[in-house]
């Protein structure tokens, strides 16, 4: 059987009770990684760690918060301690016409979709150079590499982030740090049901039509599903990913229309 060669190390993964960062929890929880789990909603926090307890022989601390706050930040790197992996998520931000957004709504995108991403990796990024061990994976998205328009500040915000990885990902590389970004195509997850009930109202026409076409327009002829999310996180946090540095790794079942 495949060694991750990570069982035992200590991950915190970010807004992790539902969708992509659940399935990041539990598919690093499945290769022996003790876990901080965070979320701002308690109770479905405590189900969802619950649920990855039962089905994994490793430790699971909660973290009720909201992780685009320093106090939430902070509360999460206090309950781990050490930190080997990161993963780094936030919810996005809302669809709409980038005229109607003030500069308050583009600090909030901008503060959960790339600052709260460099503020956590500052600071465990020093324990894990000294250790010569680290991973850090930041969910972004396909509309780093494809714009979606109506996500104007998401493209945007996670584009920032994309340049600080690129440049950061190099200086780190030499300690066995590795920082990748990891980008969702659509997927299955509370999230992309919100947005498909966006453009079904935008468009006025049923919510099932709107999820066809979506299927239909990817070569895979579906959504993704998140524990084929997590397997590639898992990957990316594993020992055989050590000479994979400041990448962008598109899993979005053939979506993008690309040679290379
Ligand atoms: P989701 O199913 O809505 O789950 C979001 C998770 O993040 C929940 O556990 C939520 O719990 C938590 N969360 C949200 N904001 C938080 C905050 N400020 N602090 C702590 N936890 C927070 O979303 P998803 O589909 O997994 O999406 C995850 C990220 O990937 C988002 O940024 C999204 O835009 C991006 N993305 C998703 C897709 C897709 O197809 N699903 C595609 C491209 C990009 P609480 O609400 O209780 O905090």
């Given at each position: 059987?495949?060694d991750f060669g990570?069982?035992?190390?200590k991950?915190?993964?970010?807004?992790s009770s539902?969708?992509?960062g659940?399935?990041?929890a539990e598919?690093?929880?499945?290769v022996g990684?003790?876990?901080v789990?965070?979320?701002?909603?308690?109770d479905v926090l405590?189900?969802?760690a619950?649920?990855?307890?039962?089905k994994?022989?490793?430790s699971?601390?909660?973290v009720?918060?909201d992780?685009?706050?320093?106090?939430?930040?902070?509360?999460?790197?206090a309950?781990?301690g050490?930190?080997d992996?990161?993963?780094?998520?936030?919810g996005?931000?809302p669809?709409?016409d980038?005229r109607?957004w003030?500069?308050d709504?583009?600090?909030?995108?901008?503060?959960a979709?790339?600052l709260t991403?460099?503020d956590?990796t500052?600071r465990?990024?020093d324990p894990?150079?000294?250790?010569?061990?680290g991973?850090?994976?930041?969910?972004?998205?396909?509309?780093v590499?494809?714009p979606?328009?109506?996500?104007?500040?998401s493209?945007?915000?996670r584009?920032?982030?994309?340049g600080?990885v690129a440049?950061t990902?190099r200086?780190?590389?030499?300690?066995?740090?590795?920082?990748?970004?990891?980008?969702?195509?659509q997927f299955?997850?509370?999230?992309i049901?919100?947005?498909i009930?966006?453009r079904?109202?935008?468009e006025?026409?049923p919510k099932?039509q709107?999820?066809e076409?979506m299927e239909?327009?990817?070569?895979?002829?579906?959504?993704g599903?998140?524990?084929e999310f997590?397997a590639?996180c898992?990957?990316?946090?594993s020992?055989?990913?050590?000479f994979?540095?400041g990448?962008?790794?598109?899993?979005?079942?053939?979506?993008?229309n690309?040679?290379?």
């Amino acid at each position: 059987m495949l060694d991750f060669g990570i069982a035992g190390r200590k991950a915190i993964v970010c807004a992790s009770s539902k969708g992509l960062g659940l399935g990041c929890a539990e598919a690093l929880a499945k290769v022996g990684v003790n876990l901080v789990m965070c979320a701002r909603t308690e109770d479905v926090l405590e189900t969802a760690a619950d649920m990855v307890r039962r089905k994994y022989d490793v430790s699971v601390d909660t973290v009720a918060c909201d992780i685009t706050t320093d106090e939430g930040r902070s509360a999460v790197i206090a309950a781990a301690g050490h930190v080997d992996i990161l993963v780094n998520n936030a919810g996005g931000p809302p669809p709409g016409d980038f005229r109607d957004w003030s500069r308050d709504d583009w600090i909030k995108a901008i503060d959960a979709n790339m600052l709260t991403a460099i503020d956590l990796t500052k600071r465990v990024i020093d324990p894990m150079i000294n250790q010569k061990f680290g991973r850090i994976v930041n969910i972004t998205s396909g509309s780093v590499k494809s714009p979606i328009p109506q996500l104007g500040m998401s493209n945007a915000a996670r584009a920032g982030l994309t340049g600080f990885v690129a440049g950061t990902s190099r200086q780190v590389a030499k300690y066995n740090v590795t920082i990748n970004n990891l980008l969702p195509g659509q997927f299955n997850t509370d999230r992309i049901e919100s947005l498909i009930e966006n453009r079904a109202k935008a468009e006025s026409k049923p919510k099932a039509q709107i999820r066809e076409l979506m299927e239909n327009a990817v070569p895979a002829g579906r959504l993704g599903e998140i524990h084929e999310f997590g397997a590639a996180c898992a990957w990316m946090c594993s020992m055989q990913a050590s000479f994979l540095v400041g990448q962008n790794i598109l899993l979005d079942g053939g979506n993008f229309n690309s040679t290379m």
